[in-house]
Each structure stands twice: as structure tokens, then as C-alpha cells.
């Protein structure tokens, strides 16, 4: 049963912006941290932000400024904005809780490829 759904993503060249959108349930939504997760082919999943219920946001050091996060609570969503891409942004991305996922709640994320 898929707990968090990812939209957003598709084609953009390289220094382009996307924004990518996790909807979920008022359950799982409402005092949850929020993190946005992504997995390159024949690497392993790694963690981009995270924004808490509050609104206090972490974000990977490898991003260098590039994302930003932010949640709506009128629509149990949390949306990231991605800017100045480069190819090795491409990958599939995901949301769920953060800092520890739970391994329920992954759905089928959203493809993002960067062309150079």
C-alpha cells in the first residue's frame, strides 16, 4: 500500500529547475519529518533534505545550495525545488519519513533525467 506519492519529475537540460511534489495522507503527514530521498542505478538510496513539522529544514552537503524544500499543510504536501541541474542529478526520487525512512512507505518515485 503506497503510504506517499512523488510527481514532478521528467526531462530538463542541464542548469535547468524542476520541482517535485510528495502528497500523503493527513496521518502520516501532520508531526512528520519529511524527507526527500533518490537512488542512481547501481548505487544506493541517498538522502537530499529533510524538513520537519515545525519547518526546520536539513539539507546534503552535496547539493551545494541547489535545492530547497518546503511543505504545504493545506495538502499534506512537501514539495522540493530543484535548480541549477546537472546530469548527475538524474535519478529516481523519492519521499518519505526522515531521517529513518520507513520501508513501508516507499512508492514508486519520480524519474529525473538531466541531459548535458
Known amino acids: 500500500q503506497v503510504q506517499l506519492v512523488e510527481s514532478g519529475g521528467g526531462l530538463v537540460p542541464a542548469g535547468g529547475s524542476l520541482n517535485l511534489s510528495c502528497s500523503t495522507s493527513v496521518n502520516i503527514f501532520k508531526g512528520s519529518t519529511i524527507g526527500w530521498y533518490r537512488h542512481v542505478t547501481g548505487r544506493q538510496r541517498t538522502a537530499l533534505a529533510r524538513i520537519t513539522a515545525a519547518g526546520a529544514v536539513t539539507f546534503s552537503d552535496s547539493l551545494e545550495g541547489r535545492f530547497s524544500i518546503s511543505r504545504d499543510a493545506a495538502k499534506n504536501t512537501v514539495l522540493l525545488y530543484m535548480s541549477r541541474l546537472k546530469p548527475e542529478d538524474t535519478a529516481v526520487y523519492y519521499c518519505?519519513?526522515?531521517?529513518?525512512?520507513?520501508?513501508?512507505?516507499w512508492g514508486q518515485g519520480t524519474q529525473v533525467t538531466v541531459s548535458s
Open positions: 518519505n519519513l526522515a531521517p529513518i525512512p520507513n520501508p513501508r512507505y
